[in-house]
């Protein structure tokens, strides 16, 4: 099953209507299955109709880790034949399928339900029974029913029992379609007017309604390819300031290997020349000022290591890695960093670890430079689906607008890229002589800690 055709189904909501053209009973599954579990998973009332037996789609969602018949005895899972779905009645009509889907939802959310999710295999409508061949009518009827209600309705066509003519027709009435491991809006979709009330002999008015659909649709093409570019040109410059960033840091480190270490290599070089003419007391002057060369190198590595990749964020996590950040910071600075949290005693997905810890470190960098403040603020915290980072100062403030649109914008770009790339938000609150508070959220649900 892949894991990305699940990703798109898991973005399936209410209102949508979804036929699904598969080619064999794998891909049907491949589906069904996973439509059915995250309908569960959301609080949703999953119903599954089908030809006549069911028994496959059981075995399926069991392997699925699903238990059915534990589901199903908790009405959260109903299974159905044709004869108790769409053929009850004896015959196939649209109008009452309609009434017992509209039941089916109404039921479903006074049983406490978040909503309904109606998936069907559709090779019933094949069959000889009265009204079949109104199968198009009820599938552009439902494009009523579903909007503005809680049901989610997935259409499920076998390609090789159903004509192309069958299937063209299919297209036109669902706007989200599923071809293999794709789930795409339907291009070729058109709204149930135009549908349900063809007429051989188009009308200047029906035409009109259906060129006016077309424009609209050829027009939200040309909006989803500007925001196509748009986002091509946002990673572009994305990649050009990322390859600055890096630039900036390997100028910097080779700054403080040249200027700060490479300067006192050269005095120990110095002090351990050889010379057979030096009074004991001088040697051991000199061993003296050697060790305290070699500590002050040491203590250097150490920071610049500190500064590249802080050992406690890999081997313990953000916490104790953000308690280390903030003793070095004091001591380095004397701005006091008074720490509030909730929730982040474990661990949480390396790069949000990694944000977290760049961000917080970038701002405090930011107060110590400009705040002007001997104290500082940093708060986190997490929910089931965010990590919440926020830290403020009561110091000078600045304009935020002008800060970002800046060629050296003070770190304040790189964090707010750092948490675009992760799906998040970034907000900062700021104006001249009144503090600053930069709050950003970032996602958990996208990403697990292994």
């Known amino acids: 099953m892949s894991d990305e055709l699940e990703r798109q189904l898991a973005q399936l909501k209410p209102g949508d209507h979804i036929c699904h053209i598969y080619s064999s009973d794998l891909e049907r599954m491949a589906v069904a299955?996973?439509?059915?579990?995250?309908?569960?998973?959301?609080?949703?009332?999953?119903?599954?109709?089908?030809?006549?037996?069911?028994?496959?789609?059981?075995?399926?969602?069991?392997?699925?880790?699903?238990?059915?018949?534990?589901?199903?005895?908790?009405?959260?899972?109903?299974?159905?034949?044709?004869?108790?779905?769409?053929?009850?009645?004896?015959?196939?009509?649209?109008?009452?399928?309609?009434?017992?889907?509209?039941?089916?939802?109404?039921?479903?959310?006074?049983?406490?339900?978040?909503?309904?999710?109606?998936a069907s295999e559709m090779t019933w409508a094949l069959g000889p029974e009265p009204g079949c061949d109104r199968l198009i009518e009820y599938e552009a009827m439902l494009n009523r029913f579903v909007a503005g209600g809680r049901s989610v309705i997935l259409c499920q066509y076998d390609h090789s029992r159903f004509g192309l003519s069958y299937i063209h027709d299919v297209l036109l009435t669902h706007p989200v379609a599923v071809l293999g491991a794709l789930?795409?809006?339907?291009?070729?979709?058109?709204?149930?007017?135009?549908?349900?009330?063809?007429?051989?002999?188009?009308?200047?008015?029906?035409?009109?309604k259906r060129v006016a659909w077309w424009i609209a649709q050829l027009k939200r093409a040309r909006v989803d390819f500007q925001e196509r570019e748009t986002m091509f040109r946002n990673l572009q410059a994305l990649s050009r300031q990322l390859?600055?960033?890096?630039?900036?840091?390997?100028?910097?480190?080779?700054?403080?290997?040249?200027?700060?270490?490479?300067?006192?290599?050269?005095?120990?070089?110095?002090?351990?020349?050889?010379?057979?003419?030096?009074?004991?007391?001088?040697?051991?002057?000199?061993?003296?000022?050697?060790?305290?060369?070699v500590d002050e190198l040491l203590e250097r590595i150490r920071g610049l290591s500190f500064d590249l990749r802080p050992s406690a964020l890999d081997q313990l996590g953000l916490l104790p890695a953000l308690l280390t950040l903030f003793e070095r910071f004091t001591s380095q600075t004397g701005i006091l960093v008074h720490f509030k949290h909730e929730g982040i005693e474990g661990r949480f997905a390396p790069e949000v670890e990694t944000t977290a810890y760049r961000i917080t470190q970038e701002a405090l960098t930011n107060v110590a430079r400009h705040a002007g403040v001997r104290e500082a603020t940093v708060r986190v915290w997490a929910t089931a689906d965010t990590l919440n980072i926020q830290i403020e100062d009561r110091g000078?403030?600045?304009?935020p607008e002008v800060a970002l649109a800046a060629p050296a914008s003070n770190g304040l770009a790189g964090m707010r890229e750092r948490v675009t790339l992760l799906g998040g938000h970034m907000s900062?609150?700021?104006?001249?002589?009144?503090?600053?508070q930069l709050t950003a959220q970032l996602p958990l649900t996208d990403f697990k800690f292994d």
């Open 243 to 293: 390859i600055g960033v890096q630039e900036s840091e390997r100028r910097h480190l080779a700054r403080e290997l040249h200027d700060e270490i490479g300067q006192a290599l050269t005095g120990l070089r110095l002090l351990v020349q050889s010379r057979e003419d030096l009074p004991t007391g001088e040697v051991k002057a000199r061993c003296e000022q050697v060790r305290g060369i």
């Open 33 to 118: 299955v996973p439509f059915v579990r995250d309908g569960l998973s959301r609080g949703d009332r999953c119903v599954y109709a089908s030809d006549d037996a069911v028994g496959g789609f059981v075995e399926a969602l069991n392997a699925a880790g699903i238990e059915v018949a534990r589901e199903c005895e908790r009405g959260r899972l109903q299974l159905l034949t044709k004869r108790d779905s769409y053929l009850r009645w004896g015959s196939f009509a649209p109008e009452a399928m309609m009434g017992f889907l509209c039941q089916a939802e109404a039921q479903a959310l006074a049983d406490g339900f978040s909503g309904l999710r109606f």
């Open 183 to 208: 789930v795409c809006p339907n291009p070729y979709y058109e709204p149930p007017e135009l549908v349900l009330f063809p007429a051989p002999n188009a009308t200047a008015e029906f035409k009109a």
């Open 428 to 436: 900062i609150e700021s104006c001249p002589g009144s503090g600053t």
């Open 396 to 399: 000078s403030g600045f304009d």
